[in-house]
């Protein structure tokens, strides 16, 4: 199984709204990312986990909030936010390499397309 | 920090050959290439982990100086399924993983 899902599909909220997106994966990967994409750009790295434990933020606004609960499963709390955030959500994982955090062959999820109005 | 891809776009006929090039500013220790069909999420390629290394499947293989930092994809006797946009993606030092500019490949008859 090399699948990756993510809930929901498509989502709309309001600047004032607090969602949630989720992202499994049982491929037994330790190391999960979250990326948001913009029409025509390339995926953006927002978070990874590695071995369930927050390894990288890269300066995402506080608006975002990452939880891991589990080795499988991966949730991006949504809180306040602002059109400019509308984009796609990628979720990916991927196996570390042994004895390092380094990235192997990342699988995707389909996305998330979120609408702030 | 975003490596720069070059073309930024090409257009092909079936059976025709590409290169597409990706270059970093930064010391990489890996470089990865995904392809992206509109609407859909990125599909990995390959991973080059060395300097000098080369992998390839089908009709596409890449090669990765690791000297130079650059990286190119090949993709040749190109097929109508090849359109996309191609990433690749750089890690280098401190865990940084970052996507590439992006190359728009279009594929006609």
């Known amino acids: 199984d090399t699948e990756v899902t993510q809930t929901p599909k498509h989502l709309v909220m309001g600047m004032t709204n607090k969602k949630s997106l989720k992202c499994e994966q049982h491929m037994g990967h330790r190391a999960m990312y979250w990326y948001k994409q913009k029409a025509k750009k390339p995926p953006e790295l927002m978070f990874v986990y590695s071995y369930e434990k927050l390894s990288i933020n890269e300066s995402v606004p506080s608006r975002f909030s990452p939880e891991c609960p589990n080795s499988s499963l991966l949730n991006l709390h949504l809180h306040a936010l602002q059109p400019e955030d509308s984009a796609l959500y990628l979720c990916?994982?991927?196996?570390?390499?042994?004895?390092?955090?380094?990235?192997?062959?990342?699988?995707f999820g389909p996305g998330t397309r979120l609408t702030v109005l | 920090q975003q490596p720069v891809q070059s073309p930024q776009a090409v257009i092909l006929r079936e059976g025709e050959d590409a290169v597409i090039n990706c270059s970093s500013s930064k010391a990489l220790y890996s470089v990865h290439w995904y392809r992206q069909k509109h609407g859909e999420a990125p599909i990995f390629l390959m991973i080059l982990l060395k300097g000098g290394e080369q992998k390839g499947h089908d009709k596409i293989s890449a090669s990765f100086n690791e000297k130079k930092q650059q990286s190119s994809l090949y993709l040749t006797a190109s097929q109508l399924s090849y359109s996309g946009t191609y990433f690749c993606g750089t890690e280098a030092a401190g865990n940084q993983f970052y996507f590439g500019t992006g190359t728009s490949l279009t594929v006609i008859p």
């Open positions: 990916a994982s991927s196996r570390p390499l042994a004895g390092e955090v380094r990235t192997d062959t990342q699988y």
